[in-house]
């Protein structure tokens, strides 16, 4: 048999290198993961001794048990399923409708209407969270689901995102359900939705992460500790003086979980949706 051509060869070594940096980058990208992970399984004296550590130099499944009982845990849980999921849902219905709008529809004022959305986009969120907390006690919301929910029922990053979707999508197939005699808003809900389904799903899957992990708003809203999502209770761990790092980490592990399963079930749409907005 003849030589490998030198290319061939430059190409698997080049690859072999590709292969080891990305190996690599993943590994200081988990990293934090691991030592939460490690930090989770370890009694509080090995933890102070050895902070570095990756490896526990004894395992205990202490924490996991203990974390149940030391906050109301159960209910937090409860709480940011409530929260997080009827925020994601309500979201990309919202998000939808908006952007659909804004995509397709002409009307006066259209322009400044995106403007302004694509203007709150700039805004950070600690600008707007006193008049909107000042507005939530003048309702009477403090400490109620409706006060954590309606606030983020929608958000201009989702309209935006939802916007660039719709105008991706060919108007062929709403002309044709119109010639069918289909209303806009069976247009919209039996024809343009289904086809924008992967960014529906990228917009719920946002909003859901974004508030599974909030720990400003909730600890804002909420003053009793069984209202409280999983992040505020979580941060009871961390104390002025002491930190129970050990039970903080493993009910950070109980509480990434459920995103795991989320991203993992919805990952092909989330990221044929990242695909074809669009955005750049």
Known sequence: MGAVPAAGRTWSAGRVVLVVVLCAAAFVALLPFLWMLSASLRPRGDLIAHPTSLWPGAFTWQNYANVWTQIPFGRQLVNTVVFAGTVAVVSVVLDSMAGYALARFTFPGQTVVLVLVITTLMLPPQVTLVPVYNVLVDLGW???????????????????????????????????????????????????????????????????????????????????????????????????????????????????????????????????????????
């Open 142 to 280: 403090v400490n109620t689901f409706h006060g954590l929910i309606v606030p983020r029922a929608a958000d201009a990053f989702g309209i935006f995102f939802m916007r660039q979707f719709f105008l991706s999508l060919p108007r062929d197939l709403e002309d044709a359900a119109r010639i069918d005699g289909a209303g806009e808003a069976r247009i919209f809900a039996r024809v343009m939705l289904p086809l924008a389904w992967p960014g529906a799903l990228t917009i719920g899957l946002f909003n859901l992460l974004n508030n599974w992990n909030d720990l400003l708003w909730p600890l804002v809203v909420t003053t009793d500790t069984t209202m409280r999502t999983l992040p505020a209770g979580l941060a009871l761990f961390k104390g002025e003086h002491v930190s129970d790092y050990g039970l903080l980490m493993a009910g950070a592990v109980l509480a990434l979980l459920p995103m795991l399963v989320a991203f993992f079930a919805v990952q092909r749409r989330f990221i044929e949706g990242i695909a074809t907005t669009g955005l750049k």
